[in-house]
C-alpha cells in the first residue's frame, strides 16, 4: 500500500516567516494530495488540496508544490501568524474511482510553532 | 467545505460499559464515511469505512466485534465501543466525502473517549 513519509515532526518560526513542511510517497498511483491543520482537541481542517495534473496551487498564504516525478509534495506558509501554529497532515489518495471514495494515506504530522 | 458532526464530543464512562459515537453529514448524503482514531501526538489511524447499507471494512488489527459500526442512513454512522477498556481511551474522528473529481474528505470535531 501508500506509504507517507512528512518532515519535518516538529517546526517553529518567527512570526512573519514562512514554513514549509515536506512529504514524500511511494504509490505512483496516487493522484491527490490533500493537507490537513489540526488544532488540538479539534478535527482535521482541510486548508488545501492538489491534483496530480497540476504542478502547483496557491491560496492566499498558502501554497502546495507537486513533483510527480520525485514523487514528493511541500506545503508553503509565508507571512506566518501566530494562529498558524498547528499540527499539519499531508495525505495521499487515488481519486477518480467513480462510486468508490478513496482512502486517505497520512504524514505522521508536523508540529508548527509561530512565535510572536 | 462540507459539515459534519460528532456527537458526543467528550465522554467519560466506566469500564465494561460500551459507548456509541454518531457522525451526521449535514451537507450532503454520504455514502461513505470513514472512522479514525488518533493517540496523543501520533497521525490518524483508519479504522474502518462505513458503506451505507452495507457491512464495514475494517482495517487489519482492529476487532470487528469490538468497534461496531453502522451506517443504516445517508446522513448517519455510528461507532459503538463494546465493553470499552482504558486502552480504548482515544481521540476517534469521523469523515465523509462524496465521490467525485476530487473525492475530498471532510473530518468532524473528533469525541474524546476516556474509559476509567
Known amino acids: 500500500g501508500e506509504n507517507v513519509e512528512q518532515h519535518p515532526s516538529t517546526l517553529s518560526v518567527q512570526e512573519g516567516d514562512s514554513a514549509v513542511i515536506k512529504c514524500t510517497y511511494s504509490?505512483?498511483?496516487?493522484?491527490?494530495f490533500p493537507w490537513y491543520k489540526q488544532e488540538l482537541g479539534k478535527g482535521p481542517q482541510l486548508i488545501i488540496d492538489i491534483r496530480s495534473n497540476v504542478g502547483e496551487k496557491k491560496d492566499q498564504r498558502i501554497a502546495v508544490t507537486l513533483n510527480k516525478t520525485a514523487k514528493h509534495f511541500s506545503l508553503h506558509i509565508t507571512e506566518t501568524q501566530p494562529e498558524d501554529s498547528a499540527v499539519y497532515f499531508c495525505?495521499?489518495?487515488?481519486?477518480?474511482?467513480?462510486?468508490?471514495?478513496?482512502?486517505?494515506?497520512f504524514g505522521r504530522g508536523t508540529q508548527l510553532t509561530v512565535w510572536p | 467545505g462540507a459539515v459534519v458532526s460528532q456527537h458526543p464530543s467528550r465522554v467519560i464512562c466506566k469500564s465494561g460499559t460500551s459507548v456509541k459515537i454518531e457522525c451526521r453529514s449535514l451537507d450532503f448524503q454520504a455514502t461513505t464515511m470513514f472512522w479514525y482514531r488518533q493517540f496523543p501526538k501520533q497521525s490518524l489511524m483508519l479504522m474502518a469505512t462505513s458503506n451505507e447499507g452495507s457491512k464495514a471494512t475494517y482495517e487489519q488489527g482492529v476487532e470487528k466485534d469490538k468497534f461496531l459500526i453502522n451506517h443504516a442512513s445517508l446522513t448517519l454512522s455510528t461507532l459503538t465501543v463494546t465493553s470499552a477498556h482504558p486502552e480504548d481511551s482515544s481521540f476517534y474522528i469521523c469523515?465523509?466525502?462524496?465521490?467525485?473529481?476530487?473525492?475530498?474528505?471532510?473530518f468532524g470535531p473528533g469525541t474524546r473517549l476516556t474509559v476509567l
Open positions: 504509490d505512483s498511483a496516487s493522484n491527490y
Open positions: 495525505a495521499a489518495s487515488i481519486i477518480g474511482r467513480g462510486s468508490t471514495l478513496g482512502r486517505l494515506y
Open positions: 469523515s465523509v466525502g462524496r465521490p467525485s473529481s476530487t473525492d475530498t474528505q471532510y
